[in-house]
Protein backbone atom coordinates (compact mmCIF):
# COMPACT_ATOMS: atom_id res chain seq x y z
CA UNK A 1 0.00 0.00 0.00
CA UNK A 2 1.24 3.27 -0.89
CA UNK A 3 0.79 6.65 0.22
CA UNK A 4 -1.85 7.90 -1.74
CA UNK A 5 -3.74 4.85 -0.90
CA UNK A 6 -3.54 4.98 2.38
CA UNK A 7 -4.83 8.42 2.22
CA UNK A 8 -8.03 7.09 -0.05
CA UNK A 9 -8.56 4.10 2.19
CA UNK A 10 -9.03 6.37 5.67
CA UNK A 11 -10.80 8.99 3.58
CA UNK A 12 -13.81 6.04 2.41
CA UNK A 13 -13.47 4.76 5.80
CA UNK A 14 -14.28 7.97 7.70
CA UNK A 15 -16.57 8.82 4.94
CA UNK A 16 -18.49 5.20 5.42
CA UNK A 17 -18.64 6.10 9.49
CA UNK A 18 -19.64 9.71 9.12
CA UNK A 19 -22.71 8.29 7.13
CA UNK A 20 -23.48 5.54 9.39
CA UNK A 21 -23.08 8.50 12.35
CA UNK A 22 -25.82 10.63 10.07
CA UNK A 23 -28.22 7.58 9.57
CA UNK A 24 -27.82 6.88 13.18
CA UNK A 25 -28.80 10.28 14.19
CA UNK A 26 -31.63 10.39 12.10
CA UNK A 27 -32.81 6.94 13.54
CA UNK A 28 -32.32 8.07 16.67
CA UNK A 29 -34.74 11.38 16.26
CA UNK A 30 -37.54 9.44 14.46
CA UNK A 31 -37.07 7.25 17.18
CA UNK A 32 -37.50 9.92 20.12
CA UNK A 33 -40.07 11.37 18.37
CA UNK A 34 -42.47 8.53 18.41
CA UNK A 35 -41.90 7.50 21.63
CA UNK A 36 -42.79 11.25 22.96
CA UNK A 37 -46.13 10.69 20.95
CA UNK A 38 -46.69 7.49 22.97
CA UNK A 39 -46.25 9.16 26.08
CA UNK A 40 -48.37 11.63 25.54
CA UNK A 41 -51.24 9.41 24.52
CA UNK A 42 -50.68 7.13 27.26
CA UNK A 43 -50.80 10.25 29.70
CA UNK A 44 -53.76 11.75 28.01
CA UNK A 45 -55.74 8.68 28.46
CA UNK A 46 -54.68 6.98 31.65
CA UNK A 47 -52.52 10.14 33.56
CA UNK A 48 -53.58 10.36 37.21
CA UNK A 49 -53.63 14.82 36.62
CA UNK A 50 -54.70 14.46 33.20
CA UNK A 51 -57.72 16.95 33.93
CA UNK A 52 -55.59 19.46 35.52
CA UNK A 53 -53.85 20.95 32.42
CA UNK A 54 -56.79 19.58 30.21
CA UNK A 55 -56.90 21.37 26.84
CA UNK A 56 -53.28 23.07 27.47
CA UNK A 57 -51.33 19.80 27.89
CA UNK A 58 -49.23 20.66 24.89
CA UNK A 59 -48.77 24.27 25.69
CA UNK A 60 -47.84 23.78 29.10
CA UNK A 61 -45.86 20.41 28.15
CA UNK A 62 -43.79 22.61 25.47
CA UNK A 63 -42.72 25.93 27.99
CA UNK A 64 -41.75 23.04 30.14
CA UNK A 65 -39.56 21.27 27.85
CA UNK A 66 -37.92 24.29 26.88
CA UNK A 67 -36.91 25.55 30.50
CA UNK A 68 -35.02 22.20 30.36
CA UNK A 69 -33.22 23.08 27.07
CA UNK A 70 -34.86 20.19 25.23
CA UNK A 71 -35.05 21.39 21.41
CA UNK A 72 -37.59 21.01 18.80
CA UNK A 73 -40.47 20.94 21.21
CA UNK A 74 -43.08 23.57 20.10
CA UNK A 75 -46.65 22.92 20.31
CA UNK A 76 -46.41 22.19 16.77
CA UNK A 77 -44.13 19.68 16.90
CA UNK A 78 -45.63 17.58 19.78
CA UNK A 79 -48.88 17.18 18.01
CA UNK A 80 -46.99 16.04 14.90
CA UNK A 81 -45.09 13.80 17.76
CA UNK A 82 -48.73 12.67 18.62
CA UNK A 83 -50.29 11.74 15.42
CA UNK A 84 -46.83 9.94 14.57
CA UNK A 85 -47.86 7.38 17.52
CA UNK A 86 -51.61 7.39 16.39
CA UNK A 87 -50.87 7.12 12.95
CA UNK A 88 -48.65 4.20 13.29
CA UNK A 89 -49.65 2.18 16.63
CA UNK A 90 -48.27 -0.72 15.09
CA UNK A 91 -44.91 -0.03 15.61
CA UNK A 92 -45.15 -0.63 19.37
CA UNK A 93 -48.25 -2.96 19.77
CA UNK A 94 -46.09 -5.10 17.53
CA UNK A 95 -43.58 -6.29 19.97
CA UNK A 96 -44.04 -8.84 22.80
CA UNK A 97 -45.10 -7.79 25.73
CA UNK A 98 -41.90 -8.42 27.57
CA UNK A 99 -40.03 -5.79 24.84
CA UNK A 100 -43.32 -3.33 25.60
CA UNK A 101 -42.76 -3.87 29.33
CA UNK A 102 -39.16 -2.64 28.60
CA UNK A 103 -39.41 -0.22 27.10
CA UNK A 104 -36.49 -2.31 24.28
CA UNK A 105 -34.97 0.74 22.22
CA UNK A 106 -33.14 -1.56 20.27
CA UNK A 107 -36.54 -3.66 18.96
CA UNK A 108 -38.42 -0.40 18.63
CA UNK A 109 -35.52 1.33 16.40
CA UNK A 110 -35.85 -2.04 13.93
CA UNK A 111 -39.49 -0.77 13.29
CA UNK A 112 -38.08 2.33 11.82
CA UNK A 113 -36.90 2.73 8.31
CA UNK A 114 -37.38 5.99 6.63
CA UNK A 115 -36.61 9.67 8.27
CA UNK A 116 -38.27 12.01 10.40
CA UNK A 117 -39.61 14.24 6.74
CA UNK A 118 -40.48 10.78 5.52
CA UNK A 119 -42.51 9.68 7.88
CA UNK A 120 -44.27 13.60 8.49
CA UNK A 121 -45.33 13.46 4.66
CA UNK A 122 -46.61 10.30 4.78
CA UNK A 123 -48.57 10.95 7.83
CA UNK A 124 -50.61 13.33 5.33
CA UNK A 125 -52.46 10.63 3.66
CA UNK A 126 -55.69 9.57 4.93
CA UNK A 127 -55.81 6.18 3.42
CA UNK A 128 -54.06 3.41 5.23
CA UNK A 129 -53.19 1.38 2.08
CA UNK A 130 -51.99 4.34 0.16
CA UNK A 131 -49.79 5.27 3.23
CA UNK A 132 -48.50 1.48 3.37
CA UNK A 133 -47.53 1.49 0.04
CA UNK A 134 -45.58 4.32 -0.17
CA UNK A 135 -44.05 3.46 2.82
CA UNK A 136 -42.85 0.17 1.67
CA UNK A 137 -41.69 1.87 -1.55
CA UNK A 138 -39.68 4.84 -0.65
CA UNK A 139 -37.87 2.27 1.75
CA UNK A 140 -37.09 -0.38 -1.10
CA UNK A 141 -36.29 2.65 -3.56
CA UNK A 142 -34.16 4.91 -1.17
CA UNK A 143 -36.59 7.63 -2.32
CA UNK A 144 -35.97 11.52 -0.99
CA UNK A 145 -38.26 13.27 0.57
CA UNK A 146 -38.70 15.44 -2.66
CA UNK A 147 -39.27 12.01 -4.66
CA UNK A 148 -41.83 10.24 -2.28
CA UNK A 149 -43.56 14.00 -2.49
CA UNK A 150 -43.60 13.75 -6.61
CA UNK A 151 -44.95 10.10 -6.45
CA UNK A 152 -47.99 11.24 -4.03
CA UNK A 153 -48.60 14.21 -5.96
CA UNK A 154 -48.50 11.96 -9.23
CA UNK A 155 -50.72 10.07 -8.01
CA UNK A 156 -48.60 6.38 -8.25
CA UNK A 157 -50.73 4.31 -6.37
CA UNK A 158 -53.94 5.07 -7.60
CA UNK A 159 -51.91 4.93 -10.74
CA UNK A 160 -50.89 1.21 -10.29
CA UNK A 161 -54.01 0.13 -8.59
CA UNK A 162 -56.35 1.34 -11.93
CA UNK A 163 -53.98 -1.26 -14.01
CA UNK A 164 -54.21 -4.05 -11.73
CA UNK A 165 -57.18 -6.53 -10.71
CA UNK A 166 -58.96 -5.80 -7.33
CA UNK A 167 -57.05 -8.75 -5.72
CA UNK A 168 -53.51 -7.59 -6.88
CA UNK A 169 -54.19 -3.87 -5.07
CA UNK A 170 -54.83 -4.89 -1.82
CA UNK A 171 -51.05 -6.58 -2.26
CA UNK A 172 -49.74 -3.04 -3.36
CA UNK A 173 -50.47 -1.68 -0.07
CA UNK A 174 -48.76 -5.02 1.86
CA UNK A 175 -45.96 -5.89 -0.29
CA UNK A 176 -45.91 -2.28 -2.67
CA UNK A 177 -44.65 -3.12 -6.19
CA UNK A 178 -43.77 -6.59 -7.28
CA UNK A 179 -42.11 -7.40 -10.40
CA UNK A 180 -43.37 -10.88 -11.34
CA UNK A 181 -44.93 -10.59 -14.45
CA UNK A 182 -44.56 -8.17 -17.60
CA UNK A 183 -48.26 -6.54 -16.69
CA UNK A 184 -46.57 -5.34 -13.51
CA UNK A 185 -44.20 -3.38 -14.96
CA UNK A 186 -46.65 -0.77 -16.85
CA UNK A 187 -48.53 1.96 -15.57
CA UNK A 188 -51.17 3.63 -17.00
CA UNK A 189 -50.61 6.45 -17.75
CA UNK A 190 -47.12 7.58 -17.83
CA UNK A 191 -46.48 11.31 -15.83
CA UNK A 192 -43.86 13.10 -17.76
CA UNK A 193 -44.64 16.61 -16.17
CA UNK A 194 -40.64 16.57 -15.38
CA UNK A 195 -39.79 16.75 -18.93
CA UNK A 196 -40.68 21.19 -18.38
CA UNK A 197 -41.99 20.92 -21.89
CA UNK A 198 -44.58 24.25 -22.26
CA UNK A 199 -47.61 23.92 -23.14
CA UNK A 200 -48.44 24.07 -26.90
CA UNK A 201 -50.70 22.55 -29.43
CA UNK A 202 -48.14 19.90 -30.98
CA UNK A 203 -44.73 18.56 -30.55
CA UNK A 204 -42.90 16.06 -32.86
CA UNK A 205 -41.95 12.77 -31.41
CA UNK A 206 -38.30 13.76 -31.94
CA UNK A 207 -38.99 16.77 -29.58
CA UNK A 208 -40.82 14.33 -26.98
CA UNK A 209 -37.87 11.76 -27.26
CA UNK A 210 -35.14 14.17 -26.95
CA UNK A 211 -36.97 15.35 -23.79
CA UNK A 212 -36.57 12.14 -22.18
CA UNK A 213 -33.42 11.52 -22.72
CA UNK A 214 -32.23 14.76 -21.19
CA UNK A 215 -34.21 13.66 -18.38
CA UNK A 216 -33.46 10.11 -18.52
CA UNK A 217 -33.07 9.66 -14.54
CA UNK A 218 -36.49 10.95 -13.88
CA UNK A 219 -38.22 8.83 -16.61
CA UNK A 220 -36.46 6.19 -15.00
CA UNK A 221 -37.78 6.75 -11.86
CA UNK A 222 -41.45 7.27 -13.56
CA UNK A 223 -41.33 3.98 -15.70
CA UNK A 224 -40.34 1.83 -12.07
CA UNK A 225 -38.40 -0.35 -11.43
CA UNK A 226 -35.32 -2.43 -12.23
CA UNK A 227 -35.26 -0.54 -15.74
CA UNK A 228 -31.38 0.07 -17.28
CA UNK A 229 -31.47 2.10 -20.14
CA UNK A 230 -29.17 0.52 -23.76
CA UNK A 231 -30.03 2.75 -26.90
CA UNK A 232 -32.01 5.47 -28.63
CA UNK A 233 -33.30 5.10 -31.94
CA UNK A 234 -31.70 1.46 -32.20
CA UNK A 235 -31.54 0.53 -36.00
CA UNK A 236 -32.24 -3.15 -36.90
CA UNK A 237 -32.18 -4.01 -40.61
CA UNK A 238 -34.65 -6.69 -42.64
CA UNK A 239 -34.15 -7.51 -46.61
CA UNK A 240 -32.45 -4.08 -47.25
CA UNK A 241 -35.43 -1.88 -45.23
CA UNK A 242 -34.07 -0.53 -41.84
CA UNK A 243 -36.09 0.28 -38.50
CA UNK A 244 -35.69 2.32 -35.79
CA UNK A 245 -36.87 1.34 -32.03
CA UNK A 246 -37.27 4.91 -30.18
CA UNK A 247 -35.87 3.96 -27.14
CA UNK A 248 -34.18 0.44 -26.29
CA UNK A 249 -34.28 -0.08 -22.26
CA UNK A 250 -33.81 -3.64 -20.30
CA UNK A 251 -35.19 -4.70 -17.12
CA UNK A 252 -33.45 -6.61 -14.79
CA UNK A 253 -35.88 -7.99 -12.66
CA UNK A 254 -37.80 -9.64 -15.30
CA UNK A 255 -34.69 -10.35 -17.41
CA UNK A 256 -35.94 -9.00 -20.83
CA UNK A 257 -35.43 -6.34 -23.37
CA UNK A 258 -38.33 -3.49 -23.13
CA UNK A 259 -38.90 -1.39 -25.80
CA UNK A 260 -41.17 1.48 -26.23
CA UNK A 261 -42.34 3.74 -29.25
CA UNK A 262 -43.40 7.30 -28.90
CA UNK A 263 -47.17 7.94 -30.43
CA UNK A 264 -48.04 11.55 -30.47
CA UNK A 265 -51.94 11.53 -30.61
CA UNK A 266 -54.16 8.63 -31.05
CA UNK A 267 -53.10 4.81 -31.26
CA UNK A 268 -53.98 2.91 -34.21
CA UNK A 269 -54.07 -0.79 -35.02
CA UNK A 270 -50.60 -0.03 -37.59
CA UNK A 271 -48.89 1.02 -33.84
CA UNK A 272 -49.65 -2.21 -32.49
CA UNK A 273 -48.56 -4.16 -35.96
CA UNK A 274 -45.20 -2.22 -35.83
CA UNK A 275 -44.20 -3.09 -32.19
CA UNK A 276 -45.13 -6.92 -32.63
CA UNK A 277 -42.57 -6.62 -35.21
CA UNK A 278 -39.86 -5.18 -32.94
CA UNK A 279 -40.65 -7.64 -30.26
CA UNK A 280 -40.24 -10.58 -32.77
CA UNK A 281 -37.37 -9.24 -34.36
CA UNK A 282 -35.75 -8.94 -30.76
CA UNK A 283 -37.03 -12.01 -29.19
CA UNK A 284 -35.53 -13.90 -32.37
CA UNK A 285 -31.95 -12.21 -33.18
CA UNK A 286 -31.69 -9.97 -30.12
CA UNK A 287 -32.15 -11.72 -26.53
CA UNK A 288 -30.28 -14.82 -25.41
CA UNK A 289 -31.76 -18.31 -24.66
CA UNK A 290 -31.84 -17.90 -20.73
CA UNK A 291 -33.51 -14.57 -21.38
CA UNK A 292 -37.35 -13.94 -21.24
CA UNK A 293 -39.60 -12.84 -23.80
CA UNK A 294 -38.93 -9.10 -25.28
CA UNK A 295 -41.94 -6.63 -23.80
CA UNK A 296 -42.89 -3.63 -25.87
CA UNK A 297 -45.00 -0.50 -24.72
CA UNK A 298 -46.58 2.32 -27.09
CA UNK A 299 -46.30 4.84 -25.53
CA UNK A 300 -49.77 7.39 -26.62
CA UNK A 301 -51.98 10.65 -26.28
CA UNK A 302 -55.03 8.69 -26.61
CA UNK A 303 -55.88 4.92 -26.88
CA UNK A 304 -58.69 3.17 -26.77
CA UNK A 305 -58.88 -0.30 -25.05
CA UNK A 306 -61.44 -1.81 -27.10
CA UNK A 307 -58.98 -1.02 -30.01
CA UNK A 308 -55.84 -2.77 -27.86
CA UNK A 309 -57.95 -5.93 -27.40
CA UNK A 310 -59.08 -7.07 -30.50
CA UNK A 311 -55.42 -5.88 -32.29
CA UNK A 312 -53.54 -7.97 -29.79
CA UNK A 313 -53.99 -11.52 -28.80
CA UNK A 314 -54.49 -12.46 -25.51
CA UNK A 315 -51.28 -12.42 -22.78
CA UNK A 316 -49.60 -10.74 -25.41
CA UNK A 317 -46.37 -8.90 -24.29
CA UNK A 318 -47.33 -5.91 -26.21
CA UNK A 319 -49.00 -3.09 -23.53
CA UNK A 320 -50.41 0.66 -24.76
CA UNK A 321 -50.18 2.80 -22.12
CA UNK A 322 -51.08 6.50 -22.30
CA UNK A 323 -48.74 9.42 -21.37
CA UNK A 324 -49.55 12.75 -19.97
CA UNK A 325 -46.97 15.85 -20.29
CA UNK A 326 -48.77 17.75 -16.88
CA UNK A 327 -49.82 16.33 -13.46
CA UNK A 328 -53.12 14.72 -13.45
CA UNK A 329 -55.91 15.42 -10.68
CA UNK A 330 -55.26 13.30 -7.69
CA UNK A 331 -58.74 13.79 -7.29
CA UNK A 332 -60.07 12.51 -10.78
CA UNK A 333 -57.69 9.57 -10.71
CA UNK A 334 -59.13 8.66 -6.60
CA UNK A 335 -62.58 8.56 -8.35
CA UNK A 336 -61.69 6.21 -10.99
CA UNK A 337 -60.63 3.88 -8.78
CA UNK A 338 -63.51 4.26 -6.38
CA UNK A 339 -66.16 3.63 -9.72
CA UNK A 340 -63.35 0.62 -10.62
CA UNK A 341 -64.18 -0.41 -7.34
CA UNK A 342 -67.49 0.10 -7.51
CA UNK A 343 -68.10 -1.94 -10.89
CA UNK A 344 -66.19 -4.49 -9.43
CA UNK A 345 -68.70 -4.53 -6.71
CA UNK A 346 -71.75 -4.47 -8.49
CA UNK A 347 -70.21 -7.44 -10.89
CA UNK A 348 -69.73 -9.58 -7.83
CA UNK A 349 -72.91 -8.76 -6.58
CA UNK A 350 -75.06 -9.91 -10.29
CA UNK A 351 -72.98 -13.07 -10.25
CA UNK A 352 -73.84 -14.40 -6.80
Known sequence: MNFETLVQTLAETHQTFQQQAVQSINSSLVLRNYLFGYYIVEFEQKGNDRAQYGTRLIASLSDRLKTQGIKSCSASNLRNFRQFYQTYPEIYQALPDEFRNDRSLTQLSQKIRLSWTHYQ???????????????????????????LDRQI????YERLALSRNPDEIKRLATQGQIITAPRDAIKDPYILEFLELQQRPTYSEQELETAIINKLEHFLLELGKGFLFEARQKRFSFEEDHFYVDLVFYNRLLRCYVLIDLKLDKLTHQDLGQMQMYVNYFDRFVKTPDENPTIGIVLCKRKKDALVELTLPKNSNIFAAQYQLYLPSKEELQQQLQEAAQNVTSSDSNKA
Open 121 to 147: TLMSLANPDERRFYEIETAANQWSTRE
Open 153 to 156: TAAL
